[in-house]
């Protein structure tokens, strides 16, 4: 993945895919006046080809779109590689939470949404991208975490399971490094949006629960327990020896 600009405040190269032109227009020009390079796709099809030609540091995602749907379109950008992606969608129900965040999605905003919540969004997913990589380069080749039969490999940000390998978007490797990192510690779903998505907003602690849910699938049940009245821990024999509910 490119990396987002060097410092605070440098240039990132952002993909707004959005097919009604005046949101479009205006989510640009605001990115852009925080100094980000940004193209603009108006479909899903050039969507997916854009991103695969420019390798955006960030997308700025559509769920309704013409030609392929916001969905589809996730799906196969993070097919070719993680990349931190913030959808758009009209609409709030759980359903549409947990069907953008499974595809692949970090982060969401329902329109009508303010410019500063779209920049600060924008800017959290940024600088967490950022500051992954740069722990990841200060860590020595082979450096690994591991959860029953999960294995993170932390410089390449890489999971597997079994030795085989398994796609995880930024937030969610994020998210499991952070559990796994502290096996005997239970953490809340506000500390998690604290140390992980690195804000809190109301509707926070539905992205954490979404994205266990994807951790879950894509691995095992049982990689991520749960602490009932309480929050998430690391899974596996721990969880086992403790006889957390899942």
Request: with cysteine; net charge negative.
């Amino acid at each position: 993945m490119c990396a987002p600009g060097a410092g605070p405040g440098a240039p990132s190269s952002i993909l707004v895919i959005e097919d009604e032109p005046s949101i479009a227009q205006a989510v640009a020009a605001r990115l852009r006046s925080e100094g980000h390079r940004v193209t603009v796709a108006a479909d899903g099809p050039s969507g997916v080809e854009a991103c695969a030609r420019l390798a955006p540091d960030l997308v700025v995602l559509d769920l309704m779109l013409p030609g392929l749907d916001g969905l589809s379109v996730c799906e196969r950008i993070q097919a070719e590689r993680p990349v931190p992606v913030l959808m758009l969608t009209a609409r709030d129900s759980e359903d549409d939470l947990l069907t953008g965040l499974a595809t692949g999605a970090d982060d969401y905003l329902t329109k009508p949404f303010s410019a500063r919540e779209l920049v600060a969004r924008v800017h959290a997913l940024l600088r967490r991208v950022a500051r992954a990589r740069e722990e990841a380069g200060r860590r020595p080749p082979g450096a690994e975490l591991r959860i029953g039969e999960v294995v993170l490999d932390l410089p390449a940000r890489r999971a597997f399971r079994d030795g085989t390998p398994v796609h995880l978007t930024p937030t969610e490797f994020e998210l499991l490094a952070t559990l796994a990192a502290e096996p005997d510690r239970v953490f809340t779903r506000e500390e998690l949006l604290a140390l992980v998505w690195g804000y809190e907003v109301a509707s926070g602690t539905r992205a954490v629960d979404s994205h266990v849910a994807g951790l879950r699938r894509k691995l095992n049940p049982g990689v991520i327990r749960t602490v009932h009245g309480v929050g998430y821990g690391a899974g596996g024999a721990l969880a086992e020896a403790q006889g957390a509910s899942r």
